[in-house]
């Protein structure tokens, strides 16, 4: 499956993507007129009381704007909109009940302690074990108890 058969914006040029790498990079370039402007006024005071030449103002100003452009590549991700819901990115991923989910508890997947719930038929998790989110329904991940069948009791 290919970046961009799944949805998202290509990360190859500044508008792939159709609309959507057009409409980041707008929000990006929004986000960066007040530094624009603070440069300006920083450099025009520079050149007005400390004897700066015009010209290196001007060169000095275009740097600024040439690392915004470098920078966008690398800074592109936090300015796209994302629609996936919270936790959605965790389907399938393993995680740890902190505490007995018979039905609900909390599991830590990665660095984070989420709430969750059983998925229907689940057999209750004892505290320890490893499970498996099958879905998010909010902020509580569905889960089931990884390794065991339907009915298994814990060791």
Not at 18 to 31: M, V
Not at 39 to 64: D, I, K, N, P
Not at 93 to 101: D, I, Y
């Given at each position: 499956m290919s970046g961009t058969s799944s949805g998202r914006t290509s990360s190859r040029g500044i508008g792939s993507g159709r609309l959507g790498g057009w409409a980041t990079?707008?929000?990006y370039l929004l986000?960066?007129?007040?530094?624009w402007f603070v440069a300006a006024v920083v450099l025009g005071?520079?050149?007005?009381f400390w004897g700066l030449q015009q010209g290196l103002a001007w060169v000095l100003f275009?740097?600024?704007l040439v690392k915004d452009f470098v920078l966008y590549p690398l800074v592109r991700a936090a300015y796209q909109v994302r629609t996936a819901r919270p936790g959605e990115d965790l389907v399938g991923a393993l995680g740890v009940a902190r505490e007995a989910l018979d039905p609900e508890g909390?599991?830590?997947?990665?660095?984070?302690?989420w709430r969750a719930a059983l998925a229907e038929r689940s057999a209750p998790v004892p505290e320890g074990a490893a499970v498996r989110v099958v879905d998010v329904e909010g902020l509580t991940l569905r889960v089931t108890g990884e390794g065991e069948g339907p009915g298994a009791q814990a060791a």
């Amino acid at each position: 499956m290919s970046g961009t058969s799944s949805g998202r914006t290509s990360s190859r040029g500044i508008g792939s993507g159709r609309l959507g790498g057009w409409a980041t990079f707008g929000r990006y370039l929004l986000f960066q007129l007040p530094g624009w402007f603070v440069a300006a006024v920083v450099l025009g005071l520079c050149v007005r009381f400390w004897g700066l030449q015009q010209g290196l103002a001007w060169v000095l100003f275009g740097l600024w704007l040439v690392k915004d452009f470098v920078l966008y590549p690398l800074v592109r991700a936090a300015y796209q909109v994302r629609t996936a819901r919270p936790g959605e990115d965790l389907v399938g991923a393993l995680g740890v009940a902190r505490e007995a989910l018979d039905p609900e508890g909390y599991v830590r997947v990665g660095p984070e302690l989420w709430r969750a719930a059983l998925a229907e038929r689940s057999a209750p998790v004892p505290e320890g074990a490893a499970v498996r989110v099958v879905d998010v329904e909010g902020l509580t991940l569905r889960v089931t108890g990884e390794g065991e069948g339907p009915g298994a009791q814990a060791a």
